[in-house]
């Protein structure tokens, strides 16, 4: 079971941390996708992250701003969001897939997904 947290309503130019709790089994061998749905549009790949935290993607407007990493002692995987913009306002969704050493930007390839958390950024 995965759960997503840390969203929230900032400014514009504030800075969010979001964060993955694992439950039920370990996340060690996950890899981990962060997603995205605005209101009235598909959900759109943002970030994502190998098992080990050794590799990462990001979706282009993200790069430079978005951070995701990972701690798998604690069994979470954290998506830290900076220099925000309206046009980050959506629900952003954590999932896991089991996976050797690689890390997926496809939605459809992930067996397991959190509950979704908002983030509102205000002009």
């Known amino acids: 079971q995965l759960q997503a947290s840390g969203g929230g309503l900032v400014q514009a130019g504030g800075s969010l941390r979001l964060s993955c709790a694992a439950s039920?089994?370990?996340?060690?061998?996950?890899?981990v996708g962060w997603f995205r749905q605005a209101p009235g549009k598909e959900r759109e790949f943002v970030a994502a992250?190998?098992?080990?935290?050794?590799?990462?993607d990001y979706v282009d407007v993200g790069k430079g701003r978005f951070t995701i990493s990972r701690d798998n002692a604690k069994n979470t995987v954290y998506l830290q969001m900076k220099s925000l913009e309206p046009e980050d306002t959506a629900v952003y969704y954590c999932?896991?897939?089991?996976?050797?050493?690689?890390?997926?930007?496809?939605?459809?390839?992930?067996?397991?997904w959190g509950q979704g958390t908002l983030v509102t950024v205000s002009s």
């Open positions: 999932a896991a897939q089991f996976a050797a050493n690689n890390y997926y930007s496809n939605p459809n390839l992930y067996a397991y």
């Open positions: 039920g089994r370990s996340f060690s061998s996950y890899a």
């Open positions: 992250i190998n098992w080990s935290g050794s590799s990462t």
